[in-house]
């Protein structure tokens, strides 16, 4: 989840039209010329990515990426409604006072204009970060009055329903900060779904009864197992519990006819079998909802690695759900970006070298490395849980035995941490954060290239590596699987950026390069990363847990060494690293712990290592960084619009050209694509 930059190709391709030719209009503009930032509005600045090298695509490529990226957004609404149950009614209400009062400029239309744009960030009212529910700024009474002016198509309400009854449903759902607290709740010693919003357990279903429901459909001999409950709502019904799947005919059937539509498109126009047989398996998954259906796919998907063109679209990622088991819906339509990959494909070749070289048990360790495929990518558009928030590297598919079987493809999302690098450039965080002259020149030297290998070395070989003993479930850390999982990736990436073989194979360019990464990687986890946590707050999140887990148990093994400690300067905290291969060694140390929590599939060990090093937060250290960022009037959270993709046709309605647009606005594109792409 990092940088790295790329000089855009400009080409001009000509078309047959009829009796002229067509010219393709295409052209990337140069990062210098580039507007990176769209707003900033909160807590969150909005920005806008490049698409370099579009222009290249052959017509074919450019009218499959098209239809993938139309298939992409039709999910748009199922987010929504996996985030909270009353997500969507909330946002057409709100999106419907927006574009029909007459009011625009009081504090009461201010404060919903403000609510509305936080919502749409976060795909519903809770913080897509946090898990914290919004805090309206607007009037009740404002609220109630407003909707009830609005046309009530623009409601869509359900069948029997009338606004008195949305009223009630959504007010006190908005107003009252006891309703739905936290979208994905991760405290311990509490029932995790009824504290939770998340709309993946009906009402009723308790944590004990949805872990009961999936333990007995397990086989612990089963070899293959599908993700039990990755596209399905558990309910109630009848006094037993049953799933409600998601697919054509049964749940979000709507939007998934419409998803269908256009991959049966996109599979007329594959680059190859491989790629179409991949895409028709993805269809025959969301008609039949079988999960073993979905693993076909996952294997003829993963298996895919001459396609330039590639795509994620259905349930995917797990971090929404309290359990680790169902879901998010989420895609993103991408294109290599072939120049880049080189570095990808040198650490892909190496992978066994770096799986034998693991400071982790032998026992714990693949014996034969197969199947990864790491790239770098050019992201082509967001949608669902990418959008407007991204990840910038994906690791799929999760499932533990088709990684060991049939491998992983891992990639890097260039053009997303081009804009990021791009809209950060001079904004001063290194000067008010960093211990000295000497930190800011070893990151601005190599800070781009390092992070960039770390995404690499996480997402490629760090969740590609090592194994679970026979018949250890893959559920068995529950709630702490998310943290675990993660933390295992980053240690891996940052234990061998400190190891001579990345230099040796040219990832990194000399052996002074990784305490750049070193130094970013530890003054987020110990201290920079506390600018998102609400003073009072834990730490919810399982990327953040997971950072902080490294960071403070690094920073406790080092108490007799001090390769590492937090110092004090004019009342201000810093990180301070004294002996950079110390610090390699106590993460090898974790490295190894870690790998043998997963491998064995010990909850309690997971329980400890979470609850004592991931949660907790120092209150004083927490406002300090806080105060310090306000200063430097930085937004620590970062979401996107997309580009606006036009088809051209000729005259017999043959596809021809792909035209982008850069132009749209956050509000501009909220609205159409709630127009254009609701369907639930």
């Known amino acids: ?56 695509l052959t017509t074919a490529q450019k009218e499959l990426l098209y239809y993938l990226t139309e298939a992409a957004l039709q999910g748009r609404d199922i987010i929504f409604d996996q985030n909270c149950i009353h997500n969507l009614p909330i946002r057409r209400a709100l999106e419907a006072i927006y ?88 405290a311990s010693g509490v029932d995790l779904i009824t504290t939770s919003a998340g709309n993946y357990y009906g009402e009723g279903v308790t944590q004990k009864e949805a872990e009961d429901f999936y333990n007995k459909m397990k086989d612990p001999n089963d070899k293959e197992p599908v993700m039990y409950g990755l596209n399905s709502k558990l309910i109630e019904k009848d006094g037993f519990l049953s799933e409600d799947v998601y697919k054509i005919g049964g749940l979000y059937s709507s939007a998934l006819e419409k998803v269908v539509y256009w991959l049966e498109k996109a599979a007329a126009v594959a680059e190859n079998d491989a790629q179409k047989a991949a895409i028709n398996k993805m269809i025959e998954f ?48 991408n294109f290599k970006n072939i120049g880049a990959t080189k570095r990808t494909e040198i650490i892909s070749a190496n992978a066994q070298w770096f799986e034998q070289h693991s400071p982790a048990e032998d026992r714990f360790k693949k014996e034969n490395v197969k199947g990864i495929t790491a790239k770098v990518i050019t992201a082509a558009i967001l949608a669902g849980d990418c959008y407007p928030t991204t990840p910038i590297g994906i690791n799929l598919p999760n499932s533990n035995w088709i990684r060991a079987a049939h491998g992983s493809k891992s990639v890097t999302i260039d053009n997303i941490t081009e804009a990021y690098g791009e809209a950060a450039k001079g904004n001063g965080f290194a000067e008010e954060f960093y211990w000295s002259s000497e930190e800011v020149a070893l990151v601005e030297k190599y800070g781009q290239i390092t992070s960039s290998l770390h995404t690499d070395l996480h997402e490629c070989l760090g969740h590609a590596s090592g194994k679970l003993l026979p018949g250890v ?21 940052l234990y061998f950026m400190g190891d001579n073989k990345v230099v040796e194979l040219g990832l990194l360019p000399d052996t002074n390069a990784y305490k750049a990464e070193y130094y970013t990687y530890f003054t987020n986890g110990l201290l920079t990363q506390l600018t998102r946590i609400v003073p009072g707050d834990n730490i919810e999140e399982s990327h953040m847990r997971n950072r902080q887990l490294i960071a403070k148990w690094v920073l406790e093994k080092s108490k007799d060494d001090r390769a590492i400690e937090i110092v004090v300067r004019d009342g201000e905290n810093f990180v301070k690293i004294n002996d950079y291969k110390k610090v390699q060694l106590h993460i090898g140390e974790l490295l190894a712990l870690i790998q043998q929590i997963k491998s064995t599939g010990n909850y309690s060990a997971a329980h400890d290592l979470v609850e004592n090093y991931a949660v907790k937060v120092d209150r004083a250290i927490n406002q300090q960084i806080r105060d310090r960022y306000a200063k430097l009037n930085i937004k620590p959270y970062k979401g996107f619009v997309n580009p606006v993709y036009t088809p051209v046709y000729d005259k017999n309605g043959k596809f021809i050209d792909l035209k982008i647009d850069y132009t749209e606005g956050y509000a501009e594109q909220h609205l159409r694509y709630s127009k254009d792409y609701s369907h639930l």
């Open 1 to 56: 989840m990092k940088k790295s930059f790329i000089v855009a190709m400009t080409a001009l391709t000509l078309f047959s039209c009829g009796e002229k030719a067509f010219k393709s209009d295409l052209k990337t503009p140069s990062v210098e010329e580039f507007d990176y930032t769209v707003e900033e509005f909160s807590d969150k600045a909005i920005l806008r990515y490049r698409v370099p090298d579009i222009e290249v």
């Open 99 to 186: 574009t029909n009062t007459a009011d625009r400029t009081s504090d009461n239309f201010r404060g919903l204009e403000l609510y509305l744009k936080e919502v749409w960030v976060s795909n519903g009212i809770h913080h897509h970060y946090s898990g914290d529910k919004f805090t309206p700024t607007f009037a009740q009474d404002y609220f109630i009055a407003e909707v009830k002016k609005v046309p009530v198509e623009s409601l869509k309400l359900r069948e029997g329903q009338d606004i008195d009854g949305l009223l009630a449903e959504i007010v006190p759902v908005i107003f009252d900060p006891s309703i739905y607290k936290k979208r994905t709740n991760q």
């Open 286 to 333: 969301n008609k039949s909802g079988n999960l073993k259906d979905f693993d076909a796919y996952a294997i003829l998907w993963v298996n895919d690695t001459a396609s330039q063109i590639d795509f994620i679209n259905g349930f995917t990622e797990t971090y929404g759900d309290p359990l680790g088991m169902k879901g998010s819906w989420e895609a993103m339509v």
């Open 473 to 493: 479930d893959p559920d068995a850390l529950k709630a702490y699987g998310s943290t675990i999982e993660e933390a295992r990736a980053d240690l891996f990436a």
